[in-house]
């Protein structure tokens, strides 16, 4: 229902002569579009797609959809920001502890994790698993009573901020195996705090994290490739480290909130010299028996 509301405002908008922006940030936009839409509301989406001044995304991938299905000329990918901490906090890290942040169900792979926990278990009896967030979570945790995990995951549901920085600060590895992504937050607000991550090739993740450097993927749906992964990784604190520093270093550089900031605050800057431009013209107009001047056409 959210493009459903937005759409209303678009349309209402267009029809005012209100330059428009459409800001996509989720990674299922494109199987609302291929599968829950039928062929009139296609047409409605990609009416939309087309008309609007811009049409900005979080990842190349998006970007490349978009136009796929889209006349829409101005596509931009903006990736979302990490916040940076100024001063860092160096904790000690727990010695196998597995942070999971979304909305628990199937779309982010929470019943893949439950399914690599046993042979992750075998090869770190003191590997606990921590799941935050909100969604199926009676779903989830009916599936770690029949895996018969209940020593090693716990279910902290929906948690504040303090709390997501904590868990951040003191986990030893972010796991998120979605089937679908824009640019994940938990991502890159685990790359920031040098929080090593296993992630799925999804999306704009591939984006963030270059398999082998800032963190490892795996394709989605592959749990044993999953469960081999966290082992691994939990077994090589080297490895680990180095994960974690070139991972905030990517942060830095390319997903800060500055750099976000500067490039929204140049595409509204172009869409007001736009207006102005436009408005300018009438002002240029001819006065009765006088012909523009071909100057004008700079305009």
């Given amino acids: 229902m959210s493009f459903w509301r937005k759409a209303?405002?678009?349309?209402?908008?267009?029809?005012?002569?209100?330059?428009?922006?459409?800001?996509?940030?989720?990674?299922?936009f494109p199987e609302f579009y291929e599968k829950r839409c039928n062929r009139a509301e296609r047409a409605i989406v990609r009416y939309l797609l087309d008309k609007v001044q811009h049409v900005v995304v979080v990842s190349n991938t998006l970007n490349a959809w978009v136009r796929s299905i889209s006349t829409q000329r101005s596509v931009l990918t903006i990736f979302n920001p990490a916040?940076?901490?100024?001063?860092?906090?160096?904790?000690?890290?727990?010695?196998?502890?597995?942070?999971?942040?979304?909305?628990?169900?199937?779309a982010k792979g929470t019943?893949?994790?439950?399914?690599?926990m046993p042979k992750v278990i075998s090869a770190f009896p003191d590997v606990r698993l921590v799941l935050c967030g909100d969604?199926?979570?009676?779903?989830?945790?009916?599936?770690?009573?029949?895996?018969g995990l209940a020593e090693h995951v716990q279910v902290a549901g929906?948690?504040?901020?303090?709390?997501?920085?904590r868990w951040l600060s003191k986990a030893t590895v972010l796991v998120l195996p979605s089937y679908a992504e824009g640019l994940p937050m938990s991502v890159l607000e685990a790359m920031a705090a040098r929080l090593p991550v296993i992630a799925t090739r999804v999306g704009g993740i591939p984006e963030a994290i270059n398999s082998g450097s800032e963190g490892l993927l795996v394709e989605p749906g592959d749990v044993r490739a999953l469960a081999n992964g966290i082992v691994h990784l939990l077994g090589n604190p080297d490895q680990r480290r180095m994960f974690a520093d070139s991972a905030r270093s990517k942060v830095e550089h390319e997903f800060s909130v500055d750099k976000t900031i500067s490039s929204l605050e140049r595409l509204y800057d172009q869409i007001r010299r736009s207006q102005a431009r436009a408005q300018a013209r009438p002002a240029l107009g001819r006065a009765p028996g006088h012909r523009q001047p071909?100057?004008?056409?700079q305009f």
């Fill in 8 to 28: 209303v405002f678009l349309l209402l908008a267009r029809a005012s002569g209100i330059p428009t922006i459409l800001h996509i940030h989720a990674g299922h």
């Fill in 83 to 106: 916040v940076i901490e100024e001063k860092e906090n160096s904790p000690l890290r727990d010695q196998a502890t597995l942070l999971f942040l979304g909305h628990l169900g199937k």
């Fill in 111 to 116: 019943y893949d994790l439950l399914h690599a």
């Fill in 158 to 165: 929906w948690i504040d901020t303090q709390s997501r920085a």
């Fill in 294 to 297: 071909d100057t004008d056409r």
């Fill in 135 to 147: 969604g199926d979570t009676a779903g989830a945790q009916k599936s770690i009573e029949l895996l």
